[in-house]
């Protein structure tokens, strides 16, 4: 597989841990990344954010355009609510949690950097790095109810060190 065969590389925030490789992914169909954070990204260039990262990357800048999450910001990247791009600032800005439902309901939550893991939403332990405090811990908040539900099949964060490689279908 080759990067120009990827329809879709969605960006849950350009943190250098989450950006710093997106230039491998240029010749990818679409690169994602919620205006908010590519805005908030410019306004704070320290170590965390660093333009060189996507400079020469197209990245295709979405405004919210439907209204889940703990802030009613979300962007459904298809318009059929299959895969949602959902706001949970704290972190930063822009953070998204990315949601894939199915037909039947179901659905995989991928929360990036909105915890660290399931310890994160099940003692509601924020984590070291924030923007704000409170808007993390309410998205947070959010993040715990979406995982409880009974439709949730997996919710999954980036850094949790419970994770392993798997593959699940749903």
């Given at each position: 597989m080759k990067p120009s065969d990827i329809d879709y590389v969605i960006i849950s925030h350009l943190d250098c841990d989450h950006a710093n490789g997106l230039r491998q992914f240029k010749d990818?169909?679409?690169?994602?990344?919620?205006?908010?954070?590519?805005?908030?990204?410019?306004?704070?260039?320290?170590?965390?954010?660093?333009?060189?990262?996507?400079?020469?990357?197209?990245?295709?800048?979405?405004?919210?355009?439907?209204?889940?999450?703990?802030?009613?910001?979300?962007?459904?990247?298809?318009?059929?609510?299959?895969?949602e791009l959902i706001n949970i600032p704290g972190h930063t800005a822009g953070l998204v949690a990315t949601k894939i439902t199915n037909s039947d309901g179901k659905y995989f939550l991928y929360y990036g950097d909105g915890g660290y893991g399931e310890k994160s939403w099940?003692?509601?332990?924020?984590?070291?790095?924030?923007?704000?405090?409170?808007?993390?811990?309410?998205?947070?908040?959010?993040?715990?109810?979406?995982?409880?539900?009974p439709n949730c099949v997996r919710s999954l964060a980036c850094h949790g060190i419970e994770e392993k490689p798997e593959v699940f279908e749903f």
């Open positions: 990818a169909k679409n690169i994602m990344v919620a205006r908010s954070e590519y805005e908030y990204a410019k306004k704070h260039p320290y170590i965390r954010f660093k333009k060189k990262w996507w400079d020469d990357v197209d990245l295709n800048l979405y405004d919210w355009n439907d209204s889940q999450g703990p802030f009613g910001r979300s962007y459904d990247l298809f318009g059929d609510k299959s895969i099940k003692e509601m332990v924020t984590s070291g790095i924030s923007m704000d405090k409170s808007a993390q811990k309410k998205s947070l908040e959010w993040i715990r109810k979406e995982s409880l539900d």
